[in-house]
């Protein structure tokens, strides 16, 4: 391409950043030095231009580094790719992680999302305006701290929801001197300030992430968590010892048609939100001629008090490689992508330590435990975008683009990653996987109701006693999930529960009969989502709520569609006006305003934020959430 | 090519074809449009091959960038022809059928190595190979060129070369495969078509030999039309030199400033008896007219038509009035003819385009409500049912040896250097083109402000500004053997050290053509404006070698 | 000449749009299809040249089967698929699009049809409350973070007019986000990508890299942007300056389609002729030499014969 790039601005530690990335000595028509030779012949054109999907891996490099994405480094990175600068600039400005503003090197990310607010995060953040001053962005322009080493910004649902407040420190600096970054839960006040001047802080102890396997007797019900807490996540042998790759082994002997045969046969649906047939998917893949084929392991779980795959990743992160591996093999893919979530560096260095330990032990790469089937496994790190997590944009976002989202269709089976029929599913759903071929289809077929078979992993957070990941058969209900994390909080009563995220609905204590299977939530217009069960006790502000929850659709939203990139933004201000009590017109104009707003989004959006975005913001009205609450004891 | 003046293909065969090759042209550049559809081809998964001294915009996106010696394009081509033939990749069945010359051909390329193809070039023999197998191979391939083939001395040679590489490979006479020389002006090919050549009437017949059509101009014009050969330009000028040429007419051209060797064509124009300059602007050639006869703008203010590289003929209207006592050509034609004694009336140019129509078989078909409608058509159209040609000879892949016709020639064609030879004391190679927001000699472009104008400079690799130890934007005097300007160094990293570039463009800044080489191809008339011998001296400077004599003064005109 | 060399034939597939049976070749898209049949469907961020964004959603349609409603610009009729433009659900998101961009951006210089559309749909564009610049330069917002919702009405795009080079200025104010201009720059005509989108959600913005002003960008002026840009946001200059001293008179402007007067490629001109003087060049986007584009000279470089005009 012939783009007008600066390389040349650069500083050192940002063309090593680039270069670590790249590979070192850069040619000279990538922007590097001239030889002799180099004035004669240059390859490049679509070889040089397929080099894009790095744009992310490269701009990671930078902002790790240095703290931000400057002008001379992104030059240089787009000299290098190549990729015209204000496209590079366009993807760095969409994701939260990266500033392409000069920021301290040391920035603290404190999440008041949902499940944290219930917890105090709006009183932490309010402490900390206090003691250290206002959050980076709410600086004015051109008084922004310069100099300052550290900073602060308020989060959206950084995914340890169990401890509730969560932190995640993002320190540049030269690798191996500073980590880059860091997730700290429960961080109270007295640790935030800590780690803002620059300390790591002590911890204080967490609860148990997954309490059904931390209790005595362990609950012999696990699944998908069996190996939490007892397998050494950092050790492949402690895997294989625990059961590991059997499920690949028999997967092998099935052949790619048998192992989608077993899917059929175990009825297993997504459990990414869309809850699609798993067997159908994977073998719309598998039968499309065009090649290669691509498999991808979602694992941008951002859905606001959502967490279950990172546990899955910092717990056992090898079950995620054999079961992409698996996916690999029955898809008749050579290579699989494993896209975690940018808030998730301790799942992600997990999870790449697995590949790497996989790969030396001849579980990837060619001829893979004796058979002819070679599989390779990049691990992607996003960087701060929900809506990476909608599978398009996903695919754009490891192309190297913004992450938004397309029309389907073309469904990716047909046309996904790269433009190539690609198999798409989420840490918990190829969980699912290694278990049906455990097991057997029709042994999982066996689990849950006629509908929804299996288990399901339940994100327990808000007001109860013991929030954590509960792993449960589908059919438990409402109910005894609050049960078995200790019922709400102090024994208060409960007001409501949000169910399936942010995308997903309240509901009230009437629906806690309800069984919580696919079709007992669409039952009462609900949908389990990403397996969210937000507890909300009395005294939880019903309208502060759902206007963090309309924040964080208008932060969220990509800006490509008119109803979601400005219907998020009006949805948020009639909500203010009504918590302002200046309503326009009367509340009741206010709820026909919303009304519209919502069956606009809801329609006439692209992908599945805008179509949601007021799900939550509806129920919420229908229940009276946005009364205050009901006075009693603090 | 094989008869008819004009490219073989259509833009739209650019975008499906798998192979382009684009040599010597910019067209990044100099035909950004083209460019697109060349682009469009790309993102379909057409590979590009771009030769050029300069890694220019265009090699920019090349999938393979051929970085040759300016003026070595025919060691280029014969080593491609040799490896071709070497490799048994040549399209023998197309050759026996459709053309001739070949075992002379094949003879002649034989000591056409890799190694010597190297030498001449100055290009890897690795990279040569790799676009000789890769044309070969390609299921279609389109071979484009612009003024880095034909600004030479040699022109017309260069031009073969490249056509023997078509019918080696078969690379002509099928959609997506064939021979793309872009146009510089805008109607360059329309000026062929009238027959402003020398040896041609309208519609490339023949002047001389073509009795029969020579008999159907005498008929509509009545008056004979006398079988003779004119000049081409550099012919007139030498004319000129001679004492043959006396009077000149010139239309819509500057050729005080846009010749090579300007001080040469300056002293010759001023030398003449009469000169009558007709043009839309009072330019440095009017300057030195005896006669100006102002025109209007034929894109803007006249109606007409116009042939583009494409050989699409595509009418220009008229949306303003011409200023002043500016007229149409065609009036201004007709008023000369009509003082010298021929009254040709007051013909509508619809009138006279039907004329052409009559005369010329290949615009039969062509009437303007067709060319209304259709948004243009391709020559030749003979008939008004005929739907213009998308691409030339087809003929060459007919089973029936008589609707095939004549086979098409390969030429033996040998290279030599450029006639400006590097020495010590001129080193650098300096070669000339366009930039994108300027065009000729600025006569038209200077009207508009470009946020990307730069003013003329000398642009040399930065490692021979460091080991001139020159610093970017000092003024430099440019020497050749003609002699000597003064310009702006500017350091571009598109150059390899020992070439150096500069623009036509602003000849009242930089006289570039002070500079350049009237040495012309004898076929076409072309002179060798890309490669010139210059060396580089700082100013304030001792001449270190001998200067030319009457060097003209540095920006100034003589 | 223009017809295709190598097309396939195309199979036949057939569905209905508001009940009637529509038969069109596979592949044809129901904003084609609505089109052939007469039915007025608005479009925003579509463009017969461009690859379509779908990004606008005001020609959505419902389709019976399917949850949401689909774009028409870019989806293919497809076997039985049953089509209604004009239900309550379809007129309802229509309404409420046209009514957020124009809560948000200024519409005034549109096409006269997006008046129309107003009209027909009933858009109440104040009914988000009165206009709200925003706090802080629309340049400088960050992907996530946004400040205090605004209480006194409808926040928007208000922004200052980017004037930054003698041939064309940007007013952003006016973008409604349609993405064509960045489509014009990059893959689908121009491949200079100098432009592209910035930032995300409502901040959301057409940038160059680090916001530079055009001049330090890769812009090489072709103006491919300003003839694709639907809301007047890009304009030529010499047509913002006569706007501004209220000389702007489209009814009394000619267009007259020529050719290029420079190289040889033969690229098709349309000149906008006022009072005698060329104020504005573009190009048809229906010609299959140019399809709408030109490069700086086609379209800014006319300025000589208007120069000679005035030198007399």
């Known amino acids: 391409m012939d783009l007008r790039v600066e390389p040349g601005h650069a500083s050192w530690a940002e063309r090593e950043a680039v ?6 000595v850069p040619a000279w028509a990538d922007g590097g030095e001239r030889t002799a030779g180099d004035g004669r012949m240059v390859e490049g054109g679509h070889a040089a231009r397929e080099r894009r999907h790095l744009l992310l891996p490269v701009l990671h490099a930078l902002q790790d580094r240095v703290g931000w994405i400057s002008p001379g480094g992104l030059g240089y990175a787009c000299a290098r790719l190549p990729v015209p600068p204000a496209e590079a600039f366009g993807v760095a400005s969409f994701y939260a992680l990266f500033a392409t503003v000069p920021r301290p090197a040391t920035v603290v990310h404190v999440c008041d999302d949902v499940a944290c607010r219930c917890r105090g995060a709006e009183a932490l953040c309010q402490e900390l305006t206090l003691r250290v001053g206002p959050p980076l962005d709410e600086h004015e322009e051109g008084a922004s701290p310069g100099p300052a080493a550290t900073g602060w910004v308020r989060s959206p649902c950084l995914g340890r929801c169990e401890q509730g407040s969560a932190v995640l420190v993002q320190r540049a600096g030269d690798p191996g001197v500073s980590g880059r970054a860091a997730s700290h839960a429960p961080a109270p006040l007295d640790q935030v300030l800590a780690l803002l001047a620059g300390g790591a802080g002590s911890a204080p102890a967490g609860r148990a992430v997954v309490p059904q396997a931390a209790a005595a007797p362990r609950d012999p019900g696990l699944r998908l968590l069996r190996r939490v807490g007892l397998a050494d996540p950092a050790s492949l042998d402690s895997y294989r010892a625990h059961g590991g790759y059997q499920a690949l ?4 002997a099935l052949g790619p048609r048998g192992v989608i045969r077993e899917l059929h046969e175990s009825r297993l649906l997504g459990r990414g939100g869309a809850a699609f047939p798993t067997a159908a998917k994977w073998e719309a893949v598998a039968q499309n001629p065009v090649q290669p084929h691509l498999v991808v392991c979602n694992a941008d779980e951002s859905e606001p008090g959502t967490f279950k795959d990172r546990v899955v990743m910092e717990a056992d992160p090898f079950q995620v490689v054999e079961a992409l591996t698996v996916m690999g093999y029955a898809c008749g893919a050579p290579r699989g992508y494993l896209y975690v979530r940018g808030e998730y560096p301790e799942a992600e260095a997990r999870v790449t330590a697995a590949v790497a330990a996989a790969r030396s032990r001849g579980l990837l790469g060619n001829g893979i435990l004796g058979s002819s089937f070679g599989f390779e496994i990049e691990v992607r790190r996003g960087a701060g975008a929900y809506i990476a997590g909608e599978e398009t944009a996903l695919f754009r976002s490891i192309e190297g683009g913004r992450a938004e989202p397309r029309n389907k269709p073309p469904f990716p089976a047909e046309s996904g990653l790269f433009g190539r029929p690609t198999a798409i599913n989420n840490v918990e759903t190829l969980g699912c996987v290694l278990e049906v071929l455990t097991i057997g289809g029709a042994a999982f077929a066996a689990i849950g109701t006629e509908a929804s078979t299996g288990t399901r992993l339940f994100c327990v957070s808000g007001c109860v006693e013991r929030p954590g990941l509960y792993e449960f058969a589908f059919g438990v209900t409402l109910g005894e999930v609050i049960r078995s994390a200790g019922g709400v909080e102090g024994g208060r009563p409960l007001r409501a529960v949000l169910l399936g995220g942010v995308a997903g609905t309240f509901v009230g204590p009437e629906a806690l009969d309800v069984p919580l299977t696919f079709e007992g939530v669409r039952a009462i217009g609900a949908s389990l989502g990403s397996g969210v069960v937000l507890v909300l006790d009395d005294t939880v502000d019903g309208l502060d709520l759902v206007r963090r929850i309309a924040r964080f659709f208008r932060d969220e939203s990509c800006g490509q569609c008119v109803p979601c990139r400005v219907g998020t933004v009006r949805q948020e201000e009639a909500l203010a006006r009504l918590a302002a009590g200046r309503p326009l017109g009367s509340a009741a104009d206010e709820t026909g305003r919303l009304d519209d707003l919502a069956q ?28 205050s609450p009901p006075p009693g004891p603090p | 090519m094989f008869g008819a003046g004009g490219g073989t293909s259509s833009y739209q065969e650019v975008e499906e074809t798998d192979l382009i090759l684009l040599w010597g042209s910019n067209a990044r550049e100099t035909h950004p449009i083209f460019f697109h559809h060349l682009l469009q081809g790309v993102r379909r998964g057409a590979r590009l091959v771009v030769i050029d001294p300069r890694r220019t915009v265009s090699a920019q996106w090349a999938d393979l960038w051929l970085g040759i010696d300016v003026g070595s394009d025919i060691a280029l081509a014969n080593a491609i022809a040799r490896e071709i033939i070497d490799a048994g990749l040549a399209n023998h069945t197309f050759i026996e059928r459709a053309t001739s010359g070949f075992d002379a051909f094949a003879a002649s390329v034989e000591p056409c190595t890799l190694e010597r193809g190297a030498r001449d070039t100055g290009v890897p023999a690795a990279a040569i190979r790799q676009l000789a197998h890769a044309y070969a191979r390609a299921d279609r391939a389109q071979l484009c060129w612009t003024l880095g083939i034909t600004e030479h ?3 017309t040679d260069n031009v073969l070369a490249l056509i023997n590489l078509a019918l080696l490979t078969g690379h002509v006479g099928r959609y997506g495969s064939g021979l793309v020389p872009l146009r510089g002006q805008n109607n360059v090919q329309g000026g062929g078509d009238m027959g402003a050549i020398p040896n041609k009437l309208p519609g490339f017949q023949d002047l001389e030999h073509d009795r029969a059509a020579r008999a159907r101009f005498a008929a509509r014009w009545g008056a004979e039309v006398p079988p003779r050969t004119g000049w081409h330009l550099s012919e007139m000028l030498d004319a000129m030199d001679r004492g043959d040429l006396t009077c000149a007419y010139v239309i819509g051209e500057n050729p005080a400033q846009s010749e090579a060797d300007q001080r040469r064509a300056i002293r010759l124009l001023s030398g003449l008896d009469h000169l009558v300059v007709q043009d839309i602007f009072l330019t440095r050639t009017a300057e030195l007219a005896d006669v100006v006869l102002p025109a209007s703008a034929t894109w803007a203010e006249t109606e007409g038509t116009v042939t583009s590289s494409e ?14 006592q500016a007229r149409d050509d065609i009036a201004i034609l007709c008023d000369l003819a009509r003082r010298l004694g021929h009254d040709l009336g007051e013909p509508s140019p619809e009138a006279v385009w039907d004329e052409v129509r009559a005369l010329s078989p290949m615009h039969a078909g062509m009437s303007y409500a067709r060319l209304e409608a259709s948004g243009g058509l391709a020559w030749p159209c003979p008939d008004l049912d005929h739907p213009g040609t998308l691409f030339l000879h087809a003929r060459l892949w007919e089973e029936d040896p008589a609707r095939r016709g004549e086979p098409a020639p390969f030429s033996v064609v040998a290279f030599e250097p450029p006639v400006d030879l590097l020495t010590d004391d001129f080193p650098i190679r300096l070669t000339t083109g366009r930039r ?12 508009y402000t470009s946020p990307l104008r730069r003013r003329e400079s000398l642009d040399l690799a930065p490692e021979d500004l460091r080991q001139l130890g020159l610093t970017e934007g000092e003024r430099v005097r440019v020497v050749s053997r003609r002699g000597a300007v003064e310009a702006p160094v500017r350091a571009d990293p598109i150059l390899r050290p020992g070439l150096a570039f500069m623009t036509l463009h602003f000849p009242d800044q930089v006289a570039t053509n002070v500079l350049t080489i009237d040495a012309t191809d004898p076929k076409s008339g072309t002179a060798e404006f890309k490669a010139t011998a210059i060396r580089v001296e700082r100013l304030g400077e001792a001449a270190t070698a001998p200067v030319p004599e009457a060097v003209a003064p540095a920006g100034g005109r003589t | 000449m223009t017809a295709s060399f190598v097309a396939p034939p195309r199979r036949l597939v057939t569905g209905t749009i508001d009940g009637r049976p529509v038969t069109v070749p596979e592949g044809t898209t129901v904003l084609q299809a609505c089109r052939q049949q007469g039915i007025d469907t608005p479009t925003l961020c579509y463009l017969e040249t461009l690859t379509p964004v779908n990004a606008c959603r005001v020609c959505v349609v419902e389709v019976e089967g399917s949850r949401a409603l689909v774009p028409a610009c870019s989806r293919a009729v497809e076997p039985g698929m049953a089509v209604q433009t004009d239900s309550e659900r379809v007129r309802t998101s229509r309404r409420l699009v046209l009514e957020l961009l124009g809560s948000s951006v200024d519409l005034s210089l549109c096409a006269p049809e997006v008046r129309r559309w107003l009209v027909r749909y009933r858009a109440d564009t104040e009914r988000f409350g009165p206009a709200q610049a925003p706090e802080a330069a629309r340049d400088a917002a960050r992907p996530g973070h946004h400040g205090p919702a605004e209480t006194g009405g409808a926040e928007t795009c208000a922004q200052p007019v980017k004037d930054d080079n003698e041939d064309y200025v940007r007013d952003y104010s006016r973008c409604i986000l349609c993405y064509k201009c960045v489509e014009a720059c990059g893959t689908d005509a121009q491949n200079t990508f100098a432009i592209a989108v910035a930032g995300r959600g409502f901040g959301a913005r057409i940038s160059t890299e680090f916001a530079v002003p055009l001049p330090d960008s890769a812009c090489v002026y072709c103006g491919n942007c300003i003839q694709v840009c639907p809301t007047g946001a890009l304009m030529f200059r010499s047509e913002h300056v006569m706007r501004g001293d209220g000389r702007w008179a489209p009814e009394r402007q000619t267009v007259t389609t020529t050719i290029c007067s420079y190289c040889g490629v033969g690229c098709n001109l349309e000149l906008h002729v006022q009072d005698n003087s060329i104020v504005k060049v573009t190009s048809p986007l229906d010609h ?7 490069c700086v000279k086609g379209r800014f470089g006319f300025q000589f014969v208007q120069n000679r005009r005035r030198e007399g």
């Open chain 2, 311 to 324: 050989r699409r003929v595509q009418r220009v209207r008229r949306a303003l009035d011409p200023p002043g």
């Open chain 2, 153 to 155: 001395h040699n022109a």
């Open chain 1, 19 to 24: 270069d670590g990335v790249l590979g070192t």
């Open chain 1, 249 to 252: 082994r028999r997967a092998l």
């Open chain 3, 288 to 294: 299959d030499v140019t399809r709408g584009n030109l």
């Open chain 1, 600 to 627: 606009a989004m809801r329609d006439a959006s692209i992908c599945g934020l805008g179509q949601t975005a007021a799900l939550a913001v509806q129920s919420a009205a229908r229940m009276g959430l946005f009364a």
């Open chain 2, 436 to 447: 994108l927001d300027s065009f000729n000699t600025g006569v038209q472009t200077s009207g």
